[in-house]
């Protein structure tokens, strides 16, 4: 199965600043067939179920500020917050599902300093 | 606007089996990929598997290849996840998750997650 790594594990952040997480997988999540890169973000703020941020790389869920931002290629992706907002902590979770069976990265905590 | 809808918690005996329900309302239900993942206590989020329901054939992650099976009733528009054979590590957070758009399977529309608890 194809494995996911997050750095950092642990963010702390300052309001107003930017925030960027990396992602890598142990193969590359392109689909050849459709040229899309199969690697979505979620968001998991405390005390609640998860929230899809970001889909097939670069495309902002429905309702998600436009500070969130996906990019990558091939192995290695990358989400930046541009300016991180208060509402912003929770943990970040990357995941391809270009194959079966979907797999997640360990998951980024952002906490405000 | 979609919701899902879970089951209520529940409470389990090592070698037991439990079913977990998913109802969705709110847009297509049988188009769309239904995925289960768990979240054990002050852990991560882990893919157990998957269903298109007009395709019927479920995907699954091979770790609990063999105890878990996922079916889903189009008429009712309801998705279950059953899980056999329980150890303690399987307490954790369940949730169904429903597919967007042209991402069949992509985990847009989260249920309210249902907590199962393995214990002697």
């Known amino acids: 199965e194809i494995v996911m790594t997050q750095t950092p594990l642990s963010l702390p952040v300052t309001p107003g600043e930017p925030a960027s997480i990396s992602c890598r997988s142990s193969q590359s999540l392109l689909d050849r067939d459709d040229g899309e890169t199969s690697l979505d973000w979620y968001l998991q703020k405390p005390g609640q179920s998860p929230q899809l941020l970001i889909y097939t790389l670069s495309n902002r869920a429905p309702g998600v500020p436009d500070r969130f931002s996906g990019s990558g290629s091939g192995t290695d992706f990358t989400l930046k917050i541009s300016r991180v907002e208060a509402e912003d902590v929770g943990i970040y979770y990357c995941?391809?599902?270009?194959?079966?069976?979907?797999?997640f990265g360990p998951g980024t905590k952002v906490e405000i300093k | 606007q979609v919701q899902l809808v879970q089951s209520g918690a529940e409470v389990k005996k090592p070698g037991s089996s439990v079913k977990v329900s998913c109802k969705a309302s709110g847009g297509s239900f049988s188009t769309y990929g239904i995925s289960w993942v768990r979240q054990a206590p002050g852990q991560g989020l882990v893919w157990m598997g998957g269903?298109?329901?007009?395709?019927?054939?479920?995907k699954y992650a091979q770790v609990l290849q063999g105890r878990v099976t996922i079916s889903a009733d189009e008429g009712t528009n309801t998705a279950y996840m059953e899980l056999n054979s329980l150890r303690s590590e399987d307490t954790a957070v369940y949730f169904c998750?429903?597919?967007?758009?042209?991402?069949?399977?992509?985990?847009?529309?989260w249920g309210q997650g249902t907590l199962l608890t393995v214990s002697s």
């Open positions: 998750v429903r597919g967007i758009g042209a991402h069949a399977w992509t985990l847009a529309h």
């Open positions: 269903i298109i329901p007009v395709f019927g054939t479920a």
């Open positions: 995941m391809q599902r270009i194959e079966f069976p979907f797999t």
